[in-house]
């Protein structure tokens, strides 16, 4: 008994359609190597600062005033973007554009903090091995804000130009992933440089 | 095997001795797993039904055939008795030629640059202390302790018919040890690619009785001898003037140390890190003209007259 | 519910009518526009294979010039500057620019077909990762043409490699070429995996896709994860060398062990990535040319992934002398030597398959089957070098050398050229020589093998690497000059290959659909393929749809001349990861010239900063953010967003 088997659907979306579509799993691949590649910037720290007599650690005790709140900033900016996104899902357009806006507001305030932040330093990236890591890696994650903020700009722009319904949504939803995964990254890299001191790593 | 000194299938010392069944436990089941498996692939190629191209290819049919897997099973076993031994040889060996066996009986530095080897050895004082070059000597039958330091890349500190490698690195001090079985001399070479003069960065090292050993070693503490012709005179202020602005000559006020030490820098038998035997042709010929012989050392060429030469040769003479 | 947003697709059979219509859908133009904007699939990959070809060529003569050097002791053909950039730039060439393009190249060529599908799932990407690997590779040969070469081997350590040790523009050049070239394996990695994942036929499950396609999937997962390691490391080398930093500098708090672990959390699951699709390709050759089907697919499939799982814990195995505690040693040891076991299975899955088969002795047989020799002669030397005691004498000795090149030849060349006869047909259309065939197997078989096996000897009599030159009276000369020896007939053999695709593009015989009689769906459409792969979807019912009828895998028949027709737009369907059920309608981009810009503009930013001109690199950025802004943008033709309403749809499509 021979069966032809034809595979002959009924129904199937057109293009990219809610958070179906290649778009997402492109941007997942893409986070996949950016984690990678910040988890090789981690480990070069906790690497250098167990390899290193001691003294390797330029700040004991890194002030937190500033970066506590900035790092607070950051993540409350990754719930305004979903809430902006959750606009776009219930075809709120209004609450997608105040949610869009506000996160690239914040977010451009976490980088102009970070960057006094960054002044406000005893030492230049030149100073030491530890200074070197501390300016890339801080340097490496504030290079993904600043993609990360084109992106919710670009959002912006095309909500503004209508472009989103709840249906075709993908690039929205993959910029907004793209956000919270900046945005958890840097949890990763302020827990390591301002919190594990504390914890007495490297002192 | 004195044709090959290099050759690390025969061995003189404890951890080369102790590495070297496990090489050839190694070398003989990778030759007999090559052997198995071509004669295995040659008794399936003879089964061949056809030969030629692609219209060779439509003239035997498909078939499904046997589902085969007993084959992986078969191959899995085959492969992992030998895998196990060799394992478990490879921890007890890790074991035995990681540390010595006990105390040594003797610990030195020794310094890898570019492109050359620098060995020290520590006495009960400064003045017991005293620096050489590309020649270690160490008492026979003995641990002896090696402490390997980098001072500008990265080298491999290799006699492999005492022991394995063990790689110089800046910023961090590794620990190899030697203990030879007989007396003799025993070829070193640098293996971690270091620049233009990788090839050429030899040393030796002399294993020698007790006795011996301790002459050597009081010989070494000695001050250059005080020049004793007019020559050798104004050999030395050559050596001072010129050789002084990288090399030490103690006993006098050559002191610098981006280079050997030449205190004694005819009691060795090669010059040049391996690359020339010490004999007073290639002793100034090398000194004239060290970017022929190793091109890129750090070295440079030295302009002399016959009369600088002449003059250089009689001092070198005296550093015994 | 708009009906532009959900459709039931049309079925049909393969008639001329809709061959019609999807070649005028997916034909690039013709001339240079097309040449420069195409995003075929079957294009690129043939520029893959020949740009890679070009890559070898000039690695070959790179090695044959070192070996006329080694021929005797105390040759002074070369200075060892030119022999130091000679080794390193063989070293890169062969290993970053010909042993892994070569093999994008042939997956991005067959993966579609083998897939059932009309292309990859990014298309303007695949064409992005094209450019960027030529641009790279031409950045890294200007440096070596004009003398600035990498100097520091392909593993690069520090501190050799760092500004006080090596002044020259040489390592600048190759840390911006690599992290240049990591752009493109990135972007290559992400287009496969998700191609693998989204892009299959109805039907073709997990349990049914190729072996090369399992082999070229996971290598590319380890690309995706391990090539960042690399990338920053090269980056920290080159911010190290000229502004100033100190990542890698022992003076400063830095470690120069940190490089080697960096490079090696890459260079090892790398050294597989190289492997792990040749060997596939030899899983799903070998079985066509025995007349069977593959002995033990599951096995061999699960065992790809077991290597490179395996394969990321074992980077520490090239960093046994550097003086790492020996528990550590001993764990790494035990780990590289327990890697042997899933490349046995592969190994005897393929004895096993020749041996229950009826083999037909072809020269595209004679490569897949003599790699099973030389994959073993180099898995066994590579587990010599597992066992920590005795790797501390043969690491960094010629035994090595001899190593990587049972390995790298071995497992990478032999298959590649095994494929090159096998798929030529379904390229070009033509057959290859099979008489000219057997001479270039043999003399590359015997050449290799003369110039390498020897060298095994060699190692072992202690001879080290990198060396420029050596001494006589050590033992070394004989060796040394048969290996000289069998390195030239080596290059005759493949310049034997070079006149055969050559002669065989004009004078080869008409091939035909399926020339080989073998089973996977490539081989179901004309030789060379139609730009759209396939008129109709194929519906796959078993791993062999060609020889359903002739197995007796499943009464099911796979569905090959009816299928769902997709003709609205450059359409594919998306399947789901598991099942491949059809899930979704995807429009595919069209031709582009945005991936060039982007590649243009990239190039422009990497020579900026390699020459410090600060305007040439914001220049080179606007290009590519505006290029990328362009080729983001939300289209109606994607159905990226909302379409007009229904009225306005229906006048655009006619």
Redesign the interface.
Known sequence: ?????????????????GR????S??VA??I???A??FS??L??YF??GV??PK??LLEPSPSLKLALPNTILLLLSSGVAWWGEHGILTGRRGRALWGFGIAFLMGTVFAIVQWYEWHAKPFH??S??????Y??TTGFHMAHVLIGL?VLA?LFL?TVLD???P??R??VTAGVFYWHFVDVVWLFVFTTYYITPYLGFGR | MSATPLAYLSSAGTRADITLPLTYLTLIISIIVCVVITWLLWRGLRRAGARGGAEAMRSIPVQQGDNGVRWIKFGLWLSALPLLVTLVWTMVALAKVAAPFGQPALTLDVTGHQWWWEAVYHGAGPSETFRTANEIHIPVGVPVQVRLHGADVIHSFWVPKLAGKTDTIPGQTNTSWLQARQPGRYQGQCTEYCGFQHAHMGFEVVAESRDDFERWRSHQLQPAPAPASDAQQRGMQLVVYRCGLCHTVRGTSAGARYAPDLTHLMSRRLIAAGALVNNPGNLLGWIEHPQGVKPGSLMPDQFLSGQQLSDLRAYLETLQ | MNPANVRTPSVGPVAEALEHRLHSLWESPPGLAGFFSTVDHKKIGIRYIVTAFVFLVLGGIEALTMRLQLAGPDRTLLTPNQYDQLFSTHGMTMIFLYASPILSGFSNYLWPLLLGSRDMAFPRLNALSYWIYLAAGIFLYVGFLTGNGPNDGWFNYVPYAARDYNPGLNEDFYSLGMVFLGVSVTIGAANFIVTAMRLRAPGMSINRIPILVWGTLTANVANLIVVPAVSLAFFMLWMDRQFGTHFFDAGNGGQPLLWQHLFWIFGHPWVYAIVLPAMGMASDALPVFCRRPLVGYSVVALSTVATMILGFGVWVHHMFATGLPSLGLSFFSGASIAITVPSAVAVFAWLATIRLGRPVTTTAFLFFSSMIVLFVIGGVSGFMTASVPVDWQLTDTYFVVAHIHYVLIGINVFPVVGAVYFWFPKMTGRLMDERLGRWNFWTMFIGFNVAFLPMHLTGLLGMPRRVYTYADGMGWDTLNLITSIGSLVLAVGVLLLVVNVFRSLKHGAVAGDNPWDAPTLEWSVSSPPPPYNFAVIPTVASRHPLWEGRLEETQARSSLSRGMELKSGKEVIGTTSLDAAPDIILEMPGDTFAPLCVAIGMALTFAGLLLKSWACVWVGGVIVALSLLAWLWPRRKLREREPEPAGAVESAHG
């Open positions: 008994m021979v069966d032809i088997v034809l595979a002959a659907p009924r129904d199937l979306p057109v293009g990219p359609t179906k579509g290649l778009g799993w492109g691949t893409l996949a190597t950016e990678a590649l090789y910037l480990f070069s690497y250098d390899a290193t003294g390797w990236f030149g030491s091995n530890y200074a070197s890591l300016f890339v084109l670009a095309w472009y989103f319904s249906r075709r993908l690039s």
